[in-house]
């Protein structure tokens, strides 16, 4: 993937690079996301529980640039799986203040009620083929939770959302993923989560970042340590979409479309893979995991 746009299985165009919003206030996403966007990206991810869909509307508006330049990703919240699902993405709609998004998620398998998991699914499908969204996808399903979707649906997601990073590399689910034409897209790219689960990180560094492959070749390129861990994942054909509401860092998380790492340097970084994941698991994932009152917004 050295280009800026991957295409879909359903034939849509997406950006390879996106900003995300997770964790991002909701006083600062709105000019975060402007900025992005004067910036050159064109695709902005967020979702119901980071409670800042309304300032990514803001945001996107303040921008100047015509809606449909634009790639809009947001997800549904386990608490609205099941009959709820319409009600969770028209509120969200309501939020951004748009007319349609070009991605919907699933933000999280949840396999203690995966039947509301697969009708959830169900009516965002029909919700795209009424037009309202231009793509469906979902978050953090692992190889069996795929499978298990496409059999009791017949859909294959176009995109699947996952923790994915030098530490937690994932090997298994992006190749599950390539096998059903299904583009993986990182979120966290650059490692950020160990920043709060240090204890688990046996690199000898606390993040990514700090590690001394990832500084090093960062040296070489005369790029910083998160251009080198960004320019990682589109090399290996990887969309993602880091986080920051730092207008400097905004910035300079998108400048990494004119280098590129060799074969053996890709390989050397995928070797500080720990094999744990700093986020939530997916095999134990329910609402009550995260507690949110998503109508509440």
Request: aromatic fraction near 8%.
């Amino acid at each position: 993937m050295t280009g800026t746009t991957i295409t879909l299985t359903n034939g849509i165009e997406m950006p390879t690079l996106g900003l995300g919003v997770f964790l991002a206030p909701a006083e600062q996403t709105a000019e975060a996301v402007s900025t992005a966007i004067g910036t050159g990206y064109r695709l902005i991810d967020t979702a119901a529980a980071y409670v800042n869909e309304r300032a990514v509307g803001d945001g996107i508006r303040a921008s100047g640039v015509d809606r449909d330049e634009l790639f809009v990703t947001t997800k549904l919240w386990p608490g609205q799986y099941g009959d709820r699902a319409v009600h969770g993405f028209e509120s969200s709609l309501g939020r951004l203040g748009l007319d349609y998004v070009d991605l919907y998620l699933l933000h999280w398998p949840v396999p203690t009620d995966f039947d509301a998991t697969v009708q959830a699914y169900r009516a965002m499908d029909d919700l795209r083929a009424d037009g309202r969204i231009r793509a469906i996808g979902v978050c953090n399903f692992l190889p069996h939770h795929l499978q298990r979707l496409e059999d009791e649906t017949g859909l294959v997601p176009t995109l699947n959302q996952i923790e994915l990073n030098p530490f937690y590399t994932q090997p298994d689910t992006r190749a599950a993923n390539a096998e059903r034409g299904i583009v993986t897209q990182a979120w966290a790219p650059i490692g950020g989560t160990y920043q709060r689960k240090q204890d688990v990180v046996t690199n000898g560094a606390p993040t990514p970042l700090e590690h001394p492959l990832i500084t090093g070749l960062a040296q070489k390129y005369g790029k910083t340590p998160a251009q080198v861990v960004i320019r990682w994942h589109l090399d290996h054909g990887v969309s993602a979409i880091p986080k920051s509401v730092h207008a400097t860092r905004i910035v300079e998380n998108f400048d990494v479309f004119d280098f590129s790492l060799t074969l053996e340097e890709i390989a050397e970084i995928d070797a500080l893979d720990t094999g744990v994941r700093a986020g939530g698991d997916p095999e134990s994932f329910t609402a009550d995991s995260y507690p949110t009152d998503i109508d509440a917004q």
